[in-house]
């Protein structure tokens, strides 16, 4: 079977994997603050296998596409939910989000040149065909790229939540991957992101 994948397929499922696993610590972390019960069964995903034996190889790109739009869905009803029954939880799911993204921090000695790179292979961005984000400078203090397309706010619109909590979110989990690098994330509007050297 996995004659018919390729490194993109493995690829992007790494990156569905980790948001599912950033889903299930948010859940995890939720019960154990007492703000629900059966969070993790509700919105976790435990799946865990390799992808060759659960992807449809005759629908390769239909079933990542399905996958990724299942765990955006969840990561959005799940931040929606436990927030509006508390708005003042926000802080502490921005520092899980941040502790989650610290724990899988880019190396310290990676080049400014390779962080977008190391980002790319972390966020969930859609397919690689969406072309969602778009190199705009780079030298040797700063690289900056742009959005050209939200494709993240519908998800939080469905679960009736506030699409700018997942862009608060992103960045606390960006801010996490570069913890143990010397750069640092500004975000001079939505949508724009810049890394630049401490």
């Known amino acids: 079977m996995s004659s018919f994948l390729g490194p993109i397929h493995f690829w992007l499922y790494n990156k569905i994997q980790l948001q599912e696993a950033l889903v299930t610590r948010l859940a995890t972390c939720a019960e154990e603050y007492g703000w629900g019960k059966k969070l993790v069964k509700q919105y976790g995903n435990p799946e865990s296998r390799p992808l060759e034996d659960l992807i449809d190889v005759n629908n390769i790109h239909g079933w990542l596409q399905s996958r990724i739009q299942d765990v955006e869905s969840r990561y959005a009803q799940l931040v929606t939910s436990l927030i509006k029954e508390d708005a003042t939880r926000m802080e502490s799911i ?7 993204g610290a724990e899988h921090a880019i190396d310290a000695d990676t080049e400014l040149s390779m962080v977008i790179k190391k980002l790319e292979d972390s966020l969930l961005s859609g ?3 969406d072309h969602v ?15 050209v397309a939200d494709i993240h706010g519908d998800y939080w619109k469905a679960a009736d939540g506030d ?3 997942y862009y608060d979110l992103k960045q606390e989990m960006i801010a996490g991957l570069l913890s143990e690098t010397p750069y640092k994330l500004v975000v001079p509007q939505m949508h724009q992101y810049k890394v630049q050297a401490i």
């Open 94 to 100: 921005r520092r899980i989000v941040y502790e989650f």
């Open 127 to 129: 397919m690689p065909c």
């Open 133 to 147: 984000n778009v190199l705009k400078e780079e030298d040797e203090q700063h690289v900056s790229w742009e959005e």
């Open 163 to 165: 699409p700018a909590k």
